[in-house]
């Protein structure tokens, strides 16, 4: 694979896209909401991620408020994500370190990020990435499209996003994660995913 072959695949996966969609880390109105969010949405739907963070930050409107949460109240919010109970200590803990750390704003630099609770690399990259860093979050979207695609013959996420950053120029970086995420929403059925993979494969 070589990256202009690459780039024109990208193209084809932006053109074939997906249906117009809100992603859980986008339009939220403060840096916080949308790290929790993030953290929110790891093996949750998007859709649902959303519903639940809207209810979630109308009841705590700061992350020094939700430092505040009594565990119980959170959990009975966010019941309908996967994990909800590990994501309840995790997004109190996260929040107390943004308060007591960083005035409440999340921190711009990757290891700092990965300190805080429930943070992982996929996590602070999706974050950066929605702050116009180059990061490329990898989730199983991203993981599952690169590997059919021939970009990395990787499963471990480390590795594919090393794979994808020696592929891409940077300045694609940060968009993806939004475009394979999209793709890989819109479509489905894993037939139709394959064979349309396939006819972008065959891309020269």
């Known amino acids: 694979m070589n990256t202009h072959i690459a780039l024109k695949q990208l193209e084809e996966l932006k053109k074939i896209g997906g249906k117009p969609m809100r992603l859980a880390a986008e339009e939220w109105d403060a840096e916080w909401k949308t790290l929790i969010a993030i953290i929110l949405s790891a093996r949750t739907r998007d859709e649902t991620t959303i519903e639940v963070c ?13 430092t505040r949460a ?7 919010i966010i019941r309908t994500v996967n994990f909800y109970k590990n994501k309840t200590r995790n997004i109190i803990a996260c929040a107390r370190t943004l308060s007591d750390e960083y005035a409440g704003a ?6 700092q990020l990965v300190a805080l609770p429930g943070v992982g690399r996929k996590t602070a990259n999706v974050f950066l990435a929605e702050y116009g860093a180059p990061a490329i979050g990898v989730d199983t979207h991203v993981s599952y499209i690169s590997q059919k695609l021939g970009w990395t013959p990787h499963k471990d996420p480390a590795k594919i996003e090393k794979d994808l950053e020696h592929l891409f120029p940077q300045k694609h970086w ?3 994660n939004q475009t394979l995420v999209r793709f890989g929403k819109s479509h489905t059925s894993r037939k ?3 064979a349309i993979l396939e006819e972008i ?3 020269l």
């Open 174 to 176: 940060r968009v993806l």
């Open 192 to 194: 139709e995913k394959d």
């Open 201 to 203: 494969r065959n891309i």
């Open 70 to 76: 009594r565990a119980e109240e959170v959990s009975d």
């Open 54 to 66: 809207k209810k979630l930050f109308a009841r705590y409107e700061t992350a020094d408020a939700l």
């Open 106 to 111: 999340p921190p711009h630099d990757m290891a």
